[in-house]
């Protein structure tokens, strides 16, 4: 039944969030539907309508005969605030079905501050938060994305993980709990068929143990339908991987309000601290013919004027000049310009970008990284401050005058030299503007820095690392910030150290995590992305509340030989390569790109996946 939402819209800020029945969005009849699954994003609509990934696996959903997928998202604070008043449940934008009337709920793991989110959509939707307390008619959860490689702190919510690429594992798990649910199977054998499905991983079948001294000792199956380990999922040829073409078109402004075109995925480079290039190897491309089929098809579907190129690297597509000579010729009579959202340091092509300015100028980003070549050289950055300096020189010879450049405080083998370095390199960048002659140059010259705090993340070779402590952090932060005092073209903006503090924690936590997400949530954490409503004295009580200690899981350096919580999944990174890097990184050693020959991490095992590897 439909859950009214008529009487709760004048009283919030942006009804648009919650109306649904947005161009493109697909209705189907829910009572006929074979199966249904409500794919929930952990955030405002906002946020959800700016992901690429939930409108691939909606309209692969929708496009099954015998089932439906609507979309679910967290409310704000103003629309929570009365459907609790009134007792209003979580409810889906396509037909306002509450969730609990769903057969499966999904959601999608972005980051780890939007854990108590899901705690709350469960609750508000009439879901039992803990997987244990569910019964036999009850929705079965999952969760895939990229935090879903470290399961372990939400392992009593979730029923099922889906590890690594969802195009093909999502249309499997629904089909195996469509089946489920004909033959009237109990929920225990329905999980059961899931574990076998290549890719998924259900926790309830694991058990965890640990060593006097509080690290993980083992976390093993006691059910013979789980595996040891669960491999990841990996989608070969992006030509066939679904691109949503005819996605929903916002009546409201969202943060990423534009066709985003997933042009590759994965990346070559091995940056020791980035997570998503380890996770999304090997590399996979689009061919230029598909690409611009699928813009153009875009355009016509969705009337939006702008094109992201979206990949971890967009300038390390091997064809980008001819795709954007190619989109700017087809698309240029529409008014639709493209973007380059990941640029490189070191690969700035300037045909490429003038391209991309031909109907509008887009901003330009880049990401040293780290202020001095040392450090650049520990985290296997791979650029140089001349390839910055040649860059921007050419991007204010083109008509640019601002730039953003992030960095990172915290990294491994930091230094004080290091980071003063963050304002040196800001000094190079106002060179390079100088360098132009002045009559060449476009006015107002403006660099912002922006430095995030280092998070060890899994399946990383900084995954043994310890953070900095909160005081390191802050002295870090006031020692550049006091270093760009000087620089009037130049400023500097840093992230606050209690998030990424709790986000470690997540990142790299074990099973007992869990207990305190639940207490967190218990306390009135939610929404903790967004610094106006991050509770940093909830977040601490509720882990004094459970008896852990954030600094075992922030600030610990961890032996090589520890059991980590994620070492069930395979990524098909090795531990050993992984090792093999972290050790590198002590001793400032870079590693080679891997298109120029085959590193050894672990994909190799994957005849004929990697091409690096031939």
């Given at each position: 039944m439909p859950v009214v939402i008529d009487h709760l819209l004048s009283k919030v800020e942006k009804p648009a969030r919650y109306t649904g029945n947005e161009m493109n969005s697909t209705t189907k009849n829910f009572d006929e539907a074979e199966v249904s699954f409500a794919f929930c994003f952990p955030d405002t609509y906002e946020v959800a309508m700016s992901h690429l990934g939930m409108k691939i696996l909606y309209g692969i959903l929708n496009d099954l005969p015998y089932a439906i997928c609507e979309r679910v998202c967290m409310p704000w604070v103003d629309m929570r605030t009365e459907m609790l008043k009134t007792g209003t449940p979580l409810f889906s934008l396509e037909s306002h079905h509450a969730l609990h009337e769903f057969d499966i709920i999904g959601f999608t793991l972005q980051y780890e501050m939007s854990y108590t989110n899901i705690l709350d959509m469960l609750h508000m939707g009439g879901v039992k938060v803990k997987s244990a307390d569910r019964a036999e008619g009850d929705p079965i959860v999952v969760a895939g994305g990229p935090c879903a490689f470290n399961p372990e702190p939400l392992h009593q919510f979730i029923d099922a993980f889906m590890i690594g690429d969802g195009e093909e594992v999502i249309v499997e798990l629904t089909d195996v709990i469509r089946?489920?649910?004909?033959?009237?199977?109990?929920?225990?054998?329905?999980?059961?068929?899931?574990?076998?499905?290549?890719?998924?991983?259900?926790?309830?079948?694991?058990?965890?143990?640990?060593?006097?001294?509080?690290?993980?000792?083992?976390?093993?199956?006691?059910?013979?339908?789980?595996?040891?380990?669960?491999?990841?999922?990996?989608?070969?040829?992006?030509?066939?991987?679904?691109?949503?073409?005819?996605?929903?078109?916002?009546?409201?402004?969202?943060?990423?309000?534009?066709?985003?075109?997933?042009?590759?995925?994965?990346?070559?480079?091995?940056?020791?601290?980035?997570?998503?290039?380890?996770?999304?190897?090997?590399?996979?491309?689009?061919?230029?013919?598909?690409?611009?089929?699928?813009?153009?098809?875009?355009?016509?579907?969705?009337?939006?004027?702008?094109?992201?190129?979206?990949?971890?690297?967009?300038?390390?597509?091997?064809?980008?000049?001819?795709?954007?000579?190619?989109?700017?010729?087809?698309?240029?009579?529409?008014?639709?310009?493209?973007?380059?959202?990941?640029?490189?340091?070191?690969?700035?092509?300037?045909?490429?970008?003038?391209?991309?300015?031909?109907?509008?100028?887009?901003?330009?980003?880049?990401?040293?990284?780290?202020?001095?070549?040392?450090?650049?050289?520990?985290?296997?950055?791979?650029?140089?401050?001349?390839?910055?300096?040649?860059?921007?020189?050419?991007?204010?010879?083109?008509?640019?005058?601002?730039?953003?450049?992030?960095?990172?405080?915290?990294?491994?083998?930091?230094?004080?030299?290091?980071?003063?370095?963050?304002?040196?390199?800001?000094?190079?960048?106002?060179?390079?503007?100088?360098?132009?002659?002045?009559?060449?140059?476009?006015?107002?010259?403006?660099?912002?820095?922006?430095?995030?705090?280092?998070?060890?993340?899994?399946?990383?070779?900084?995954?043994?690392?310890?953070?900095?402590?909160?005081?390191?952090?802050?002295?870090?932060?006031?020692?550049?910030?006091?270093?760009?005092?000087?620089?009037?073209?130049?400023?500097?903006?840093?992230?606050?150290?209690?998030?990424?503090?709790?986000?470690?924690?997540?990142?790299v936590g074990d099973r007992r995590m869990s207990d305190v997400l639940y207490r967190a949530w218990e306390l009135g954490c939610l929404l903790d992305g967004w610094m106006e409503y991050f509770r940093y004295d909830l977040w601490l009580q509720a882990f004094q509340d459970c008896g852990l200690d954030v600094d075992f899981y922030a600030h610990r350096e961890r032996s090589l030989d520890e059991v980590l919580p994620w070492d069930h999944i395979d990524a098909y990174i090795s531990k050993s390569f992984l090792k093999r890097e972290y050790e590198k990184s002590l001793r400032a050693e870079t590693t080679r790109d891997c298109r120029e020959g085959c590193n050894g991490c672990g994909l190799q095992v994957l005849k004929g996946v990697c091409k690096g590897c031939e």
């Open positions: 089946q489920g649910r004909k033959e009237n199977l109990p929920r225990r054998e329905i999980l059961r068929r899931l574990a076998k499905l290549e890719g998924v991983y259900v926790p309830c079948l694991y058990q965890d143990a640990y060593n006097p001294d509080g690290t993980l000792k083992s976390l093993t199956p006691i059910d013979d339908a789980a595996p040891a380990v669960v491999h990841k999922r990996i989608f070969t040829d992006m030509d066939k991987a679904y691109c949503p073409t005819k996605p929903p078109v916002p009546y409201m402004q969202v943060i990423f309000d534009r066709i985003m075109l997933e042009i590759m995925r994965g990346c070559t480079r091995g940056c020791r601290f980035c997570q998503a290039g380890m996770l999304y190897r090997p590399v996979r491309e689009r061919s230029v013919d598909k690409l611009v089929q699928l813009a153009k098809e875009s355009v016509e579907n969705t009337g939006y004027e702008e094109i992201s190129l979206s990949s971890l690297s967009s300038s390390d597509y091997s064809h980008i000049a001819e795709l954007t000579e190619r989109l700017t010729d087809e698309l240029g009579d529409k008014r639709v310009s493209l973007s380059l959202p990941s640029l490189r340091v070191d690969k700035f092509v300037q045909d490429t970008l003038s391209q991309t300015q031909r109907v509008k100028k887009s901003s330009l980003t880049f990401a040293p990284e780290a202020g001095t070549q040392r450090l650049r050289d520990v985290i296997n950055k791979g650029v140089t401050e001349a390839d910055l300096v040649n860059t921007l020189h050419h991007a204010f010879m083109n008509g640019w005058s601002g730039v953003k450049l992030y960095f990172m405080t915290g990294l491994p083998t930091e230094t004080d030299e290091d980071l003063l370095g963050i304002a040196e390199l800001a000094k190079a960048a106002a060179g390079a503007y100088y360098s132009v002659p002045k009559g060449q140059r476009v006015k107002g010259l403006r660099i912002t820095c922006s430095a995030s705090v280092f998070i060890p993340k899994p399946f990383t070779p900084f995954q043994w690392c310890a953070q900095d402590r909160p005081e390191e952090v802050k002295r870090k932060q006031f020692m550049v910030k006091d270093a760009f005092a000087p620089l009037k073209s130049a400023h500097f903006i840093y992230h606050d150290s209690a998030v990424s503090r709790m986000e470690a924690c997540f990142a």
